[in-house]
């Protein structure tokens, strides 16, 4: 979980980009940038708030329990205001919920700012119940969008958010060496993925969201997917790119498996594949053009010749609490690479030929020094 110290020091960031852009108040929706300056893990699919004035006090509107037994708030937030998510006495409904913020949002505001103020949001990042409230509170001009620079501040992660995306990680190599284990010809697509997920279930003692690509052979070719009742064929390459999230953060890692030995193609692609990683770290660093890195790593795949042209995907991407983040490597991408970026990189080579594809992926901590794989799961095939 988040470290209430840490949320600290993202709320006096938050203070110069207020301070920069002349905002008085700053009004957060988004379930995610609510988690990441107070600390509290709410739940995604309800409304919340957190306000924070330029003098540096915050509140936060939840449904969430946020008291411990000694009854002092678990938040880095100077005052808590729940409202009731389940009620006998109405519906409850994300309309109703969202009505609740709603007056508690505009009662907080015309506390922080009783004579009016310039306002500072993240757009449509709530219900509307809740953005109108945020909008119809007083203040000069037109709210201003903080979501831009908000997600640039989300970019660089601190010791907390790293120490989630590890905790992640842990699930992932779980599912990953249980399947490796297990996997063999006849087995259906879902049933690997059961085996997977309830490895990283029984890590995680607790039920965990699991999103990815779980496709063999030649489905993996065109992109992946779900999984499905194919059975695998001996000799199919085994795309496991899972992203699972967990304590409010996500990483994002791949593994490629192949079901028997492996030819001497998929050795050959693998080979290539891996070196793509060491042409990764090399260029991977502070103040590089994401893509840069992207033109690199495609320019080395493109030429082994038995899939030359099959990377048509992006090389990576930044990851956090959300699976895709900036910066993209992508030959598109106007981002320059930055310190303390967490970027999943994912080289791949496919071609019928090799009976499916081989993608490996590294979570790669950015830092002057070089770069530092979060993960640790051997990339071998077998």
Not at 54 to 76: C, F, I, N
Request: contains cysteine; charged residues 25%.
């Amino acid at each position: 979980m988040l470290n209430l110290d840490n949320c600290r020091e993202r709320q006096q960031r938050l203070l110069k980009v207020m301070e920069q852009d002349s905002i008085d108040l700053a009004v957060i929706t988004n379930p995610k940038t609510v988690y990441y300056f107070s600390g509290v893990l709410v739940n995604p699919t309800l409304p919340h708030a957190y306000l924070l004035d330029a003098s540096g006090k915050s509140a936060l509107l939840t449904d969430a329990p946020v008291l411990d037994p000694g009854e002092k708030p678990h938040a880095a937030a100077d005052k808590v205001e729940m409202y009731r998510f389940h009620s006998m006495e109405r519906d409850n409904t994300v309309t109703n919920w969202s009505k609740d913020v709603a007056v508690m949002l505009k009662a907080a505001a015309q506390q922080f700012l009783p004579t009016g103020g310039a306002l500072g949001l993240e757009f449509d990042a709530a219900p509307f119940a809740v953005s109108d409230a945020a909008r119809e509170v007083a203040c000069s001009g037109s709210p201003k969008n903080l979501t831009p620079a908000i997600d640039q501040m989300r970019r660089q992660k601190d010791p907390d958010e790293i120490q989630c995306m590890r905790r992640a990680v842990t699930l992932v190599e779980a599912g990953l060496a249980a399947i490796k284990a297990r996997l063999e010809p006849g087995m259906t697509e879902f049933r690997a993925y059961s085996i997977y997920y309830e490895a990283m279930v029984a890590n995680a003692g607790t039920s965990v969201e699991l999103a990815g690509d779980f496709a063999t052979g030649l489905r993996n070719v065109k992109g992946g997917g779900p999984p499905t009742p194919r059975r695998v064929q001996l000799g199919d390459l085994y795309i496991f790119d899972t992203f699972p999230i967990f304590q409010g953060y996500m990483c994002d890692f791949t593994r490629t498996f192949v079901v028997g030995r492996p030819t001497q193609i998929q050795q050959d692609a693998w080979g290539h594949v891996m070196e793509a990683h060491e042409i990764a770290r090399r260029n991977i660093a502070p103040g590089v053009p994401a893509k840069e890195v992207y033109e690199t790593i495609k320019t080395h795949l493109d030429k082994f010749e038995p899939a030359q042209g099959s990377f048509w995907h992006h090389a990576g991407h930044g990851v956090g609490l959300n699976g895709w983040e900036l910066p993209w490597l992508t030959p598109g991408s106007k981002e320059t690479i930055l310190d303390r970026e967490v970027l999943a990189c994912e080289p791949g080579l496919y071609a019928d030929a090799m009976q499916g594809g081989i993608r490996l992926e590294h979570d790669y901590l950015v830092t002057p020094e070089g770069t530092t794989a979060l993960d640790r799961f051997p990339m071998d095939l077998t």
